[in-house]
């Protein structure tokens, strides 16, 4: 079974302070993602990553860096949190398969940011 | 611009009826189309997918069709249950391996 895990859980920051978010999968995947979900917004991309070292711009990278030191890892940094950026954050990972892309998400972390 | 749209945004049936969910898409160039079901609290799973070199797959109550003229696919829930309430979202992938585009997402409640 594909196992990605976030930490923490749950988060109130406050404005200005800085926020890192983590996740951690055991699938050995080369790709893992960020996520935010926000009520008629869906799921959007925030960074993304193909390997260890690599890290890509999604749709909504402003305000947000991201870190994949190794295979297993990669986490999300908020430098300057704002409360636009309270939400609830997902990280998944997958292989890019061409026929069958699945990917396997994470709990998810609920970030408040007064 | 949203890559992938979908409806409606929620939806109500009883149980044993049949659900409908709808996604239209924008690129020509998407080619794989995964559903993802959530339930509260949880991430999302992959619930089917489809290539666009298909037009209709099946799996149990779910079957997902898709039609590449029209540039839509749909989710056709059969027998809905209870345990079927939850949230959906339709997703599509053009030549960008592993870069998947949401929709917004069917909040879906299944009354016994």
């Known amino acids: 079974e594909a196992a990605v895990t976030q930490s923490p859980r749950n988060k109130v920051a406050v404005t200005g302070g800085k926020v890192t978010l983590s996740c951690n999968q055991t699938?050995?995947?080369?790709?893992m993602y960020w996520y935010r979900q926000d009520t008629g917004h869906g799921l959007r991309l925030i960074h993304y990553s193909y390997g260890a070292g690599s890290t890509e711009k999604g749709d909504i990278p402003d305000g947000y860096k991201a870190s994949r030191p190794s295979q297993e890892n990669f986490s999300l940094i908020l430098e300057l949190a704002t409360p636009s950026q309270t939400s609830v954050y997902f990280c998944?990972?997958?292989?890019?398969?061409?026929?069958?892309?699945?990917?396997?998400f994470g709990p998810g972390t609920r970030l408040l940011v007064l | 611009q949203q890559q992938v749209r979908q409806s409606p945004q929620s939806l109500t049936v009883w149980e044993g009826g049949t659900t409908v969910l709808t996604c239209s898409y924008e690129d020509s160039t998407f080619n794989y189309f995964p559903w993802y079901q959530q339930f509260p609290g949880e991430g999302p799973a992959l619930l089917i997918s489809i290539l666009s070199v298909s037009d209709k797959k099946e799996d149990g109550r779910f079957t997902t069709f898709f039609n590449k003229r029209e540039k839509k696919l749909s989710l056709h829930i059969i027998d809905s249950q209870p345990g079927d309430s939850a949230t959906y979202f339709c997703?599509?992938?053009?030549?960008?391996?592993?870069?998947?585009?949401f929709g917004a997402g069917t909040q879906l409640i299944v009354i016994p």
């Open positions: 997703a599509g992938r053009g030549s960008a391996l592993g870069r998947l585009h």
């Open positions: 998944a990972s997958g292989d890019g398969g061409i026929n069958q892309d699945t990917q396997y």
């Open positions: 699938n050995n995947h080369n790709n």
